[in-house]
């Protein structure tokens, strides 16, 4: 997996530490396109995908089209039904509460800009501040548009439109100026926007964006960029693993994994490193027995010297 934009470093310990992340979240996501273009750099035209542009995979397609708003209450149930798992009950989605907006299954609202204005191939220096834009101005239009106004403490999801930048693939990426998928902070929000984003009576301090999916081969350009494949789709990647992996930093689940330098700490046995993409991301790996028990979830078993313990 490619860095992603996490702006923190975490210092772990062994210690009795424990973040209480228990109860119900409610998630609002907002769904954004972009205008319309063919830039080479960029997977798709700007809007979202209706009807698969490529279909190679059959009924094995992971996260096939129409990608509306059905299908992100299904991407909701799919991360809530993963952490209601883990955690034993304790933390999960309120799915009553939670909205996908606009209200239409097939709308979403639209951006200024072309996708590859908001992550310009090698301008590292102002990637930052186009990710915080792109997000900024998502809320504001769904403000603007709709009267959009979350609760403080309601977990925002800008969804766009298009594929994420966060997988190392065997070969070239032909489209570098997708958009990786982005936890936005309140360091990112102040130094960039000045402030937390307010609108009306409600402050947004953290949100995440997030691709409509993780899958190539439902673009056109999968014809020329899995050419070469004889099995291009053992190369999909569902969104499951993403989502959870963005909404475990959006609660305060530690990175497992070297931010600054990319190493990977724990690998595939953890959420919170490289196991949010097991089973093509569509069966992440559990947060690991240090964060279950730092989230809450899990009390250890104390094992002193001279103790018998019996492993199941």
Same mark, same amino acid.
Request: aromatic share 12%; net charge negative.
């Given at each position: 997996?490619?860095?992603?934009?996490?702006?923190?470093?975490?210092?772990?310990?062994?210690?009795?530490?424990?973040?209480?992340?228990?109860? %119900?979240?409610?998630?609002?996501?907002?769904?954004?396109?972009?205008?319309?273009?063919?830039? %080479?750099?960029?997977?798709?035209?700007?809007?979202?995908?209706?009807?698969?542009?490529?279909?190679?995979?059959?009924?094995?397609?992971?996260?096939?089209?129409?990608?509306?708003?059905?299908?992100?209450?299904?991407?909701?149930?799919?991360?809530?039904?993963?952490?209601?798992?883990?955690?034993?009950?304790?933390?999960?989605?309120?799915?009553?509460?939670?909205?996908?907006?606009?209200?239409?299954?097939?709308?979403?609202?639209?951006?200024?800009?072309?996708?590859?204005?908001?992550?310009?191939?090698?301008?590292?220096?102002?990637?930052?501040?186009?990710?915080?834009?792109?997000?900024?101005?998502?809320?504001?239009?769904?403000?603007?548009?709709?009267?959009?106004?979350?609760?403080?403490?309601?977990?925002?999801?800008?969804?766009?439109?298009?594929?994420?930048?966060?997988?190392?693939?065997?070969?070239?990426?032909?489209?570098?100026?997708?958009?990786?998928?982005?936890?936005?902070?309140?360091?990112?929000?102040?130094?960039?926007?000045?402030?937390?984003?307010?609108?009306?009576n409600s402050t947004v301090e953290h949100g995440i964006i997030l691709p409509e999916t993780q899958n190539h081969l439902l673009y056109d350009i999968a014809e020329s960029?899995?050419?070469?494949?004889?099995?291009?789709?053992?190369?999909?990647?569902?969104?499951?693993?993403?989502?959870?992996?963005?909404?475990?930093?959006?609660?305060?689940?530690?990175?497992?994994?070297?931010?600054?330098?990319?190493?990977?700490?724990?690998?595939?046995?953890?959420?919170? %490193?490289?196991?949010?993409?097991?089973?093509?991301?569509?069966?992440?790996?559990?947060?690991?027995?240090?964060?279950?028990?730092?989230?809450?979830?899990?009390?250890?078993?104390?094992?002193?010297?001279?103790?018998?313990?019996?492993?199941?």
């Amino acid at each position: 997996m490619k860095r992603l934009y996490i702006l923190f470093i975490v210092l772990m310990t062994c210690s009795t530490v424990s973040a209480q992340i228990i109860g %119900d979240r409610v998630v609002k996501i907002i769904r954004v396109s972009f205008q319309e273009d063919d830039a %080479d750099g960029t997977t798709g035209n700007g809007d979202f995908l209706y009807t698969a542009e490529y279909d190679t995979c059959g009924n094995y397609a992971v996260d096939p089209a129409p990608h509306d708003k059905t299908y992100f209450i299904s991407q909701l149930k799919a991360v809530d039904n993963y952490f209601r798992n883990v955690s034993y009950g304790k933390f999960g989605i309120n799915l009553d509460n939670s909205r996908v907006y606009p209200d239409d299954n097939q709308s979403s609202y639209m951006l200024s800009n072309t996708m590859d204005s908001y992550h310009p191939y090698g301008e590292d220096d102002i990637y930052e501040q186009r990710l915080t834009e792109l997000f900024t101005e998502a809320v504001e239009l769904a403000y603007s548009t709709d009267g959009f106004e979350p609760s403080n403490d309601d977990l925002i999801v800008v969804i766009h439109a298009g594929i994420g930048q966060d997988f190392s693939l065997p070969f070239l990426d032909p489209t570098p100026e997708d958009i990786p998928s982005t936890y936005v902070d309140v360091d990112m929000l102040q130094t960039y926007n000045n402030d937390p984003i307010t609108i009306g009576n409600s402050t947004v301090e953290h949100g995440i964006i997030l691709p409509e999916t993780q899958n190539h081969l439902l673009y056109d350009i999968a014809e020329s960029m899995f050419a070469g494949s004889a099995t291009p789709c053992e190369y999909q990647f569902g969104l499951t693993g993403t989502f959870a992996l963005m909404m475990g930093f959006a609660v305060g689940l530690p990175p497992l994994w070297d931010t600054e330098s990319g190493q990977s700490g724990i690998g595939v046995f953890g959420l919170m %490193d490289q196991g949010s993409n097991n089973g093509r991301g569509m069966v992440p790996a559990p947060p690991d027995a240090w964060t279950r028990k730092y989230a809450g979830w899990e009390e250890p078993a104390v094992v002193k010297p001279g103790t018998h313990v019996q492993l199941a």
